[in-house]
C-alpha cells in the first residue's frame, strides 16, 4: 500500500509540472494547450467526443455545439467510422466544411478494420464523410481482444496507414482501446513509433486495471501522446462516477486533467456542458499530491473490484464491429 501511495504521489508531482507547462502554453482563448506526444503539436487539454456530439439528436444543434467549442478554443475533434454508423463523421464533417473551420482543428477518427483492403476503403469513407482531404491522426480502434495488436501487423492494416501516411492523407498514427492494459502495452512494443494511444483515465482507473499506472509511463518515455477518455466511466455525459459513485463532474476531469496526458476526450452533447468544461479547462489548477491520494482514498473501495470501469471487465462496451471480427454475438447490442 505505501509503494502505491508512493507512485501516486510521484505520478501526481510529474502532472502538476506538467499541468505548470501547459498554462503556460494558453492561447488567447484561455484554454491550455499540451504538446501531443512526439508530434509536437499542440492541442486543447480538452476535446470533442464524437460518439456524443453524434449522438445530438437535431444535427443543426449539433454543429452550433461545435461550432461554439472552436470559438471558445477547442480544437481537438474526436470522432470513429463507427459511431452511429458513419453519422458521427457526418455531422463532424458539415460542420468543418464552414467557414473554414476545418483549419482550425486537430482532427482525429478511428479506423475498425485491421487489414489492408478494409482499412484502404474505410479512410476514404472517412475522409468523405468528414469532408476533408486529410486527417491529422488516425487510430486503430478498439483494440480490446489479444490478438488485435498482432492482426493489426499480420493482416496489412499499419501498412495501409503507412501508406496513407505517404500520401499525405493521415499525419499521424496512433491507437485506442478500453480493455487491459496489458493489450496496449503490447501495441506499444510492437515495432512501429506510435503517435499516440488513446485510452481510459478516470479516478477509478488508478486501483484497477490502471492504464494511469502501467501504459502512461511507457507511453511518456517513448513520447507517445496519450488521449484520455471515460472520465466520468461512462458513455452519457452524466456517467456513472457521478449517478453511482456520488462524484461531481468537476473534480472527476479535474483528477483526469491532473494526470500526465495531453488531452481529455469528454461527452459534450449540449451548449451547457460545453461550458461547462470550458470554464473547468480555463480555471484548471492541476490536484496537489495531497488532493488526489484523498480522492483515490475516498473512492478506493468502489475502485477496486472494477464495478464502474465494466468496460475493462465485459464485452459490454465493445463495439458490434470489433465482436464480428472475433466471431462474438452482437445480440441487444
Known sequence: MESTRRSFLGQAAAASVLAEEAIAQSPGTGIPTRVLGRTGVKVSMIGIGGWHIGAVKDPNEAIRIMHAAIDEGVTFFDNAWDYQNGGAETVMGNAL???GKRKKVFLMTKNCERDYAGSKRGLEESLKRLKTDHLDLWQFHEMVYDNDP???FEKGGLKA???ARKEGKVRFIGFTGHKDPRIHLKMLAKPFPWDTAQMPINVMDATYRS?????VPVC????VGVIGMK???GSHPQGRLISHAGLTAEECYRYCLSVPIAVQV???NTMEHLKADVALARGFKPMTAAEKAALLDRVKEEAGDGRHELFKSTKTFDGPHHRRQHTF???GV
Open 97 to 99: 466544411a464552414q467557414d
Open 150 to 152: 498482432d492482426w493489426v
Open 161 to 163: 496507414a503507412m501508406e
Open 211 to 215: 492504464f494511469q499506472n502501467e501504459v
Open 220 to 223: 511518456r518515455q517513448k513520447n
Open 231 to 233: 472520465g466520468l466511466a
Open 266 to 268: 469528454m461527452g459534450i
Open 329 to 331: 454475438a452482437t445480440d
